[in-house]
Structures are given as structure tokens and as C-alpha cells.
């Protein structure tokens, strides 16, 4: 019976549906209808109640209700209320702890936006995407999450909005110890936030500039910043903003040794964050706390406090960049506490979140290079007690981890860009970019600027440059094979001992606050040697440079002489007797410098030599120098193995002065003053005339044009020699340039030259020289970080291909470097080794006849940096 009603029922269905399908079909329509009024309606009613669950920091509940509110706007495809649901979910997510997927849905969240048209929270969402991903210490997806907002601000005409994505983006660069880069943004934004009616657009900016100024350690001008940001408070009522505010100042205080009133600011910030519960914030301040409570002589609250620190970073996906800073905080604290042994593991974790902490940076050389020099704590407390517990050769791997990382990055990035090939959209896109700072440069450099002019020259100039750079990381983003390249890793002690000559010593240098340390790598050994603090080396360097770089003439040159070694003594006594025990059957020596040795030529010093007489390291040993015993080994193995069909191409004697009594004017020096070199022709000339006619190509005065070095077939040649001037920019590396003659005139059709070969210009070279000679005035500086060195034009020319480059570390003498440069080649074409070549030269000017030229201001400005064959 069951199965027949069943059936019946089921009939008796169809038949009453089949004489009423329209009326059905109608009420359908009309229940449809109904649902897509209400549906707006209770998305609304759910995104209301969602962002009340949010304020009363009900957090899975408003993560669970956002989600409802977003499965009803996708099935009705309403982007706007989608984007709003997905903004809520990522604001609970990240409150609960959950930074990775919050940085995800607000980037959603950004992209609905756009699709909807709702402008405002395209870019609040992006902003805070940017946030996050600076908080977690992802700095290259930072800066492209701002750079963004600061497009889109622009566009709409947002004032207040650019002010801020412009303090970001320089906030990004200064975390990552871009100063420069930095200033030029936050510059601007103070400028305009300081235009505008609404005082928290400044505060805002105010914030990021104390940041800022700490970062570079000008304390007091952070501390005045703070001040005037605490004036405009009352006007900022978003509470998180002046905890993070405090939180700066309290490392303002900090640096300034005001320690009770830095640890009252960090309380005041705790107890503001932790009822919004704020994870992430709430480490960051907890972490730098502890610092200051180890400053403070306070262990064991420092090590409590960061304990907490890192618990709460490995609740919230963490920040490499913050770890590592925590864990050498904590290794600290327990060293203090009589921990060595849980010490060593502290830092040992600290190096490796540093580690990962360096791939999560903004691929530029000057940001990667900063990542460490920033954080040099953590590698000089980790040598120091790893020396005090006679590791030695995990010291020496971790003095290789702190030098030249940055170098090793790019040199391995420099060949995939090698062969790697633009469109030519893009070619044309990079050309019109280096044109645009050609074209600002040339008008730089016209006599009698007005400040204003040159004030508003300057602006665009960075602009310009920073176009450049952000369409260079823009095109990196987009191409999947520079997630393929790795870098060479820091090499061991055996790795490097095994990479040295016979009779080669390799001496490296590692500066620390309390005390130095240097590593003598000789015939298969490893010796650690304690030196002096930074502090008690420094002054000794600069005024020791500071003799040796001053001019001197026959007449004064002895007494000279004599002043020098006598102000050298302590310099030696302090920085290389110390290392002599180690350098038995030592020839020759290969020197990693840090930091202020990076300026000093070792050729100088001068000591007691085997008679006992006072004698200069060049008279014992012949020197160069090397960013590391890691990127040594990688210039030898990333290189090609064919050598150049052809020995010498030079460039010398540009044409700098158009007018006859322009022309008239010579110098001596090749300073930064463009006067004509008369003796870099003699010079170019005199080296030419040791290679075959077939061999050499020459090109002087007018020919030795920037666009002739871009045209000439480089890879070809043995050698490459630049006799001009130079100009160096110690704060902008990127602007530091060999100076070539200009064009008079510009055909059409042709790119506009500016006569400057610059870093970024260099680096498009494609050598295969094993030498590049830079005779000109200091063309070895460029802007010093510690661990990396110095960044400038010569690690350009390594990038672009060279071997080696040999370069002057202060203005050279015209007539002496044309002398001593004919020598150096004539000795190579004798078949000697670059360093025993310019160890020759030098001695040839030590000891000739002419009086002046014995004193190192005429010799030893040349040193050599790269490989020796």
C-alpha cells in the first residue's frame, strides 16, 4: 500500500502541476525577485554586525560572520560588498594572530575594491597589506604594496593619502638602511603633510621620521621629531598610532642612555596594545625592550622579556629581521647571566633568521647591503663568543656570512642578466629612464645654478633615479628566473685555504664595539688575533689617511716622510704587529677590510722590516684587496673561461671645456674640478705602445666619448683603461661616474649622452677583461657599510665581467700616475701577476729619483681589488 500512495501522491503532483506550469513559473520569478532585494539588505545587516564584533574585539565571531556577509555577496556577484567582507575577514584574521593569510585577504580585498570602483578601501586595503608584509619584514612586497597606493593616490589627487604611501615607501628603504632613498621620500612627505590643513597626515609622517633617524642614528634629531609629534596628538585619536609613537621614542631615549624614561615609554606602548591585542606590535616593543633593559645591566628582565618576544613571534608567522635582533638581544642576556652554552644556540638562531631575513629585503644592492650592516650585532656578538669558546673556524664561517652578501647576490644576478635579452619595449622603456637622468645631470652641471634651480634639479634627479629603479624591480617581479638564481654561499676555512697561492696569506677583518678581530688564513692554517675596539681604531685610520692623502713637494716631502711613519706607528702596532707571528713564508697577502680599513691602503704601514729598519708592508709584501675570501673564489668560478682575442682598449684625455680659456686650464689633480688632464694622453699613449697595433685600440680627447665605450666591442680585450676624471658620490653610489667627454653635438636619432658613465650604465657592460684600470681621482669610494664595504664603481666593473679593478682611493697626481701606470703594464707584459706588477710600479716611484714621489701620497693611491692572474 505504502508504494501505491507513493505513486498516487506522486500523480496526483504532476497532474496539478501540469495545467498550472505558468503560474508556477511566475511565483518563482516573483520569490527571486524577493530574495535579490533582501539580499543587500542582509549583507549589510551581517558586515554591520561583523565590524561591531570586530570593535568589541570579538574577533572569530567577526571572522565568522564576515564570511557569511561574503558567500552571499559572491552569489550575487555584488563586488562591493565582497571586497567590505573580505576587508573585515582579513582585519580578524590578522587581530587573531594570523598575519600570512591577512596579508592575503587584504590584497583581495585591494583587487575587488578596484573592480567595484570603490577607491578608498583599494587603497586603505593595500596600505594595510604593505603594513603587514613591513611587519613581518617581507620589505621588497612592502614597497610594492605602497609604491601602489602611492600611484593611486596621485592619481585621485589625494594630498593627505600620497603624504602618507610617500613616508611608507621611505619608511621601507629606511628599514632596510637605503638612507638616502630614504630621505628623498620622506622629504617630500614632510614637505607636503606640512602643506596641509589635517595635522594627522603630519603626525603620521612624524612617526616614520623618527623611525627613521634612529635608524641612521641621529638620536637627537629623532628625539625633536617625537617632540613635535607629541604636540599634535591630541589631533591623532587612533591609539595605535601613538603606541607606535612611544615605542620609537622609547628607542630614541634608549640610544640616548635616558634608560628610565625609555623603559616608561615602552610600558605605556604595552599597555595600549596588548587590550587591542595587537601580536605583532606587541613583540616588536617587547623585543626592543629587552634591549634596553640589557643596557640597563638588567639580564635577567632582558631575558625574560625577550623570551616573550619570540613567543609571541612564533604565535604570528614571525619577522626574520626582528628575530634575529631578539635572539642576539636574549644570547646577550644570557652571556651576562653566565649561560655561554644556551648563548651560543641564541645566536646561532639569531644568524639563521638573519639568514632567511636577507631573501625577504628589496633586491637592490645598497637594501641587502644594509639588511646586515644594520644588524652587525648579531655577527659580532656571535664571533665573540665563539672565539671565547676557541671556535675558531665557525667564527671565521661567520665573519665570511657577514662580508660582501650583498656582492655575492648581485654577482650571481649579474650573469642570468647577462644573457637574459629585453623586449624591445622595454629596452626602450630602460633607455628613455637613463635618458631622463642624462638630461637632468647635463643641466646640473651648468655653471652659476641658482639654488632654487638647482633645488628643484635635484628633485627631479631623484625622481628620475627612482623611476629607474622601481621599473627595474618591476620588471625582476615579473620575470620567474630570478627565483631561480642562488647565490653563492660563504665558503669555510678549508675552502678558502685551499683557494690560495702558494706563499699567499689571507687577512680578514671583522670590527666590534668592545673589540676587533681578524683572521690570518696562511699555508692551511686558521689563527684568530683579538684587536682593539672600532672606536680605538677609527681616529687612528682617519688621521693617519687624512697624512697620507695630503700633497706634498720636494721640499717638504723627507719631513713629511718622517711625520707619517712616526703617526703611523701606533696604527701599526695596533692593527698588523699583532697579525706577524702568523705570516711566516708569507709573500703576498690578500685583505678583507670592515668598515674605516676599507679607506686604508696596508701598503703604508709601515713597521720594522728584516734589518730592523722601518719599512712599508709594500717593501715586504705585494697586496690586494678583496670583498671577501667568498666572493674571491666566486669571480674565479662564475667567469668564463675564454680569454680575450685582443690585449688593451683605453680611453684618456677627455674634452671637458669647450672654450679656449677653458681649455687653457690644466690641473695637475684629476679632481672634481673638469680641467683638462694633459697627461692622460701621455699616459694612454705610453701603455698603448706596449701591445701590437692589432692589439690595442685607442681613443682620445673628442673620441673618448661615453657612447664610443658603450659601442666598443669590450668583451674583446685583455684590458680596459679609463685616464680621466672621476666623479664619486659617497651618498648615492648609483651617481658616482668615470667623466668622458660630452658631445658636442647630438645626432638625430641618437641617444642623448651626458658624458658620465655611471654605476647602472657600467654594470650594462658586458667585459671579459681581466683587468679594468680606473685612473682617476678616488675612484675606490663609494658609500661604506660594514660587512659589505664600500659600493661604488668598482664593484660595478666586477659585476659587468672584470677580473679585477685597480683604483685610487684619494685625488692622484697627473704627472706621478701617468709614470707609475706605464710601469704597472710594462710589468704585466713581462708576464708578472697583477699584484707583483703594481707592487713594481710602486716601488719605482718609492725609490727613484724623484724626492716627492717617494712619499705614499704620489704611490700608493692605486690598490688592486679582485684576483691576482
Known sequence: MKRIVFLLCGLAVLCLSLPHSAQMQNRRRAKANSLDTDQPAAVERLLKTAARQLQNKNFLQAYQIAKQALTLSQESHDKARQARAINLIALAAFHAGRMNEAIRLFKL?????????????????????????????????????FEQTLRLFRQRKDKSGEARAL??????????????????????????????????????VLRRLVAAEN???????????????LLLAPAAPRAFMYAELLYHLAMTRTALNQLPKAAELFEQALRIIRPMKLPQPEAFVLGEYAATQLK???????????TQALTVLQRTGGNKHLEARVHATLAEAQRALGQPAVALLSYRAGLSALEDARALSIPTEISRAGIVASRQQVFAGAISLLVEQSLTEEAFAVAESYHARAFLDVLAEAGLESELELTPAQQERE????????????????????????AQLNR??????????????????????????????????????????????????????????????SAGKLATVKLPARKELEPLVAAFRAEISTKVNSATAAQAMAKLKSQGKPLYEKLFQPLEAHLSGARKLILVPDGVLSYLPFETLAGNGARGATAFLLERFALRYAPSASALVALQTLRPNAAPAKGLIAFGDPVYARSESAQAAHTDERGFDFRQLPYTRTEVNGIAALFPATERQVLLGEEAQEAAVKAAPLGQ?????????????????????????????IASGAKAEDGALQMAEVMRLKLNAALVTLSACGTGLGRMLHGEGIIGLTRAFLYAGADSVVVSLWNVNDIATASLMRSFYKNLQQGLSKDDALRQAQLELLRGAQPAWRHPYYWAPFVLVGAAQ
Open 296 to 306: 640597563a645591566g638588567q639580564a635577567g628582565s632582558a631575558r625574560n622579556t625577550a
Open 431 to 454: 633607455d628613455q629612464l637613463f635618458e631622463q637622468i642624462s638630461a637632468v645631470q647635463r643641466e646640473l652641471w651648468q655653471p652659476e645654478l641658482a639654488p632654487e634651480k638647482e
Open 167 to 204: 613616508a611608507q615607501v621611505g619608511s621601507v628603504f629606511a628599514e632596510t638602511g637605503d638612507f638616502a632613498q630614504a630621505t628623498q621620500y620622506l622629504q617630500q612627505a614632510q614637505t607636503l603633510a606640512q602643506s596641509l590643513p589635517r595635522r594627522e597626515t603630519e603626525f603620521f
Open 460 to 521: 627631479q634627479l631623484a625622481d628620475a633615479e627612482n623611476a629607474l629603479q622601481l621599473y627595474r624591480l618591476a620588471l625582476r617581479r615579473a620575470d620567474p628566473r630570478y627565483a631561480s638564481v642562488k647565490a653563492p654561499p660563504p665558503i669555510d676555512f678549508k675552502r678558502a685555504a685551499e683557494s690560495l697561492p702558494k706563499e699567499t696569506a689571507l687577512l680578514e677583518f671583522v670590527l666590534g664595539e668592545e673589540r676587533s678581530f681578524a683572521w690570518v688564513v
Open 215 to 229: 635608524a641612521r642614528g641621529n638620536f637627537d634629531k629623532a628625539l625633536a621629531y617625537g617632540e613635535r609629534a
Open 109 to 145: 580585498a585591494s583587487s575587488n575594491a578596484d573592480e567595484a570602483g570603490i577607491s578608498q578601501l583599494q587603497t586603505n586595503a593595500l596600505g594595510r597589506a604593505g603594513g603587514l608584509l613591513m611587519q613581518s619584514g617581507r620589505y621588497a612586497d612592502a614597497l610594492f604594496c
Open 717 to 745: 680585450y685583455r684590458y680596459l683603461h679609463f685616464a680621466a676624471h672621476a666623479l664619486v658620490d659617497e651618498e648615492y653610489p648609483a651617481r658616482s661616474a668615470i667623466m668622458l667627454s660630452a658631445p658636442t653635438t
